[in-house]
């Protein structure tokens, strides 16, 4: 019985070649079986062909029809929305876990520091966002102390680090963060805002997060944000506050107005985060794209190791 599951990747852009070598450099439990792209001269293709992977640029079609295709056990998708529910489809009707890192959303919504837990056993599990995966933590955290009715995140990234997936995807990232935000961060309402930073040089990934809650005072709520920031820093090592988390408080005699929600009473809480990427294909002010490899790894790892005990029992 192998130690090690062999995945494969669709999509030779940024994040699909990043992840490659994220799983190669780093993972004990993954092993790379196959590289998936569309165009021949990919930067991706031809690294991952040099790394010794089999790889094919005929998309899925030609994954299939490669050897190594009966071995893998796991496909990372890191194509677009548009493509996922054929890629989907097509994998788990042959047996195999789809591990999504586009917006399709096909799948529940996976943060691992925060949900990874309870869907070990899913055909397909998508990972939301860049921005999804680095402040719904902090909602999340909020909300197990309080009750959030609503939380706003705006996520700003360099526009270096945005390939034609992620600006093929815009709308597709601000409605995906915002369910996720609900879904699996606890808010009532969730809103999310993404924002292509064209300054030179780069600037790394920058996330503000805001939320109303109820229930919880300031040094509660400063207590679980911190040791979340601590629990995703364990798999994204540039993840941290920018400052100290800030406060406001609003009573009935300054109530806060959120357009088209009404009037609220409660605890403002700011937060600053940075997020600097590890490096390892990437620039280092791409962390949007590193927590979103960074993220799939880790989720991916927990399933695999599922997968490993089922095979062994």
Same mark, same amino acid.
């Given at each position: 019985m192998s130690e090690k599951v062999k995945v494969a990747i669709i999509g030779s852009g940024n994040i699909g070649t990043d992840l490659m070598i994220k799983i190669m450099r780093t993972s004990t439990i993954l092993e790379m079986g196959a590289f998936v792209g569309i165009d021949p001269e990919s930067d991706g293709l031809k690294r991952a062909a040099r790394l010794g992977v089999s790889v094919t640029h005929e998309g899925l079609d030609g994954l299939m029809k490669l050897p190594v295709w009966s071995e893998i056990g796991i496909v990372f998708d890191a194509t677009s929305a548009g493509a996922h529910k054929r890629h989907?489809? %097509?994998?788990? %009707?042959?047996?195999?876990?789809?591990?999504?890192?586009?917006?399709?959303? =096909?799948?529940?919504?996976?943060?691992? &520091?925060? +949900?990874?837990a309870s869907h070990l056993d899913a055909e397909n599990v998508n990972m939301v966002t860049c921005g999804g995966q680095a402040t719904i933590p902090i909602v999340a955290a909020v909300s197990s102390v309080a009750k959030v009715h609503y939380a706003e995140i705006v996520a700003s990234i360099a526009s270096k680090s945005a390939g034609p997936g992620t600006r093929a995807n815009i709308d597709e990232f601000t409605e995906t963060t915002a369910k996720a935000i609900e879904q699996v961060g606890g808010a009532?309402?969730?809103?999310?805002? =993404?924002?292509?930073?064209?300054?030179?040089?780069?600037?790394?990934?920058?996330?503000? &997060?805001?939320?109303?809650?109820?229930?919880?005072?300031?040094?509660?709520?400063?207590?679980?944000? +911190?040791?979340m920031v601590?629990? &995703?820093?364990?798999y994204v090592p540039g993840y941290r506050l920018k400052q100290k988390v800030q406060f406001e408080r609003f009573g009935s005699n300054n109530p806060v107005r959120i357009p088209g929600l009404g009037e609220f009473e409660g605890l403002k809480t700011s937060v600053f985060l940075e997020v600097q990427g590890a @490096?390892?294909?990437?620039?280092?002010?791409?962390?949007?794209?590193?927590?979103?490899?960074? @993220?799939?790894?880790? %989720?991916?790892?927990?399933? @695999? %190791?599922?997968?490993?005990?089922k095979e062994l029992a």
């Open positions: 989907s489809e %097509a994998c788990i %009707a042959a047996g195999k876990i789809v591990v999504d890192l586009t917006p399709a959303a =096909i799948g529940p919504y996976v943060v691992p &520091v925060v +949900n990874g009532a309402k969730g809103k999310a805002i =993404i924002v292509l930073n064209p300054a030179e040089p780069p600037l790394v990934m920058r996330d503000t &997060v805001f939320t109303l809650s109820s229930g919880a005072d300031e040094a509660t709520i400063d207590e679980v944000i +911190n040791e601590a629990k &995703v820093q364990s @490096a390892h294909y990437l620039p280092a002010y791409a962390g949007n794209l590193d927590i979103m490899t960074s @993220a799939a790894l880790r %989720a991916a790892e927990g399933m @695999a %190791a599922r997968k490993l005990s």
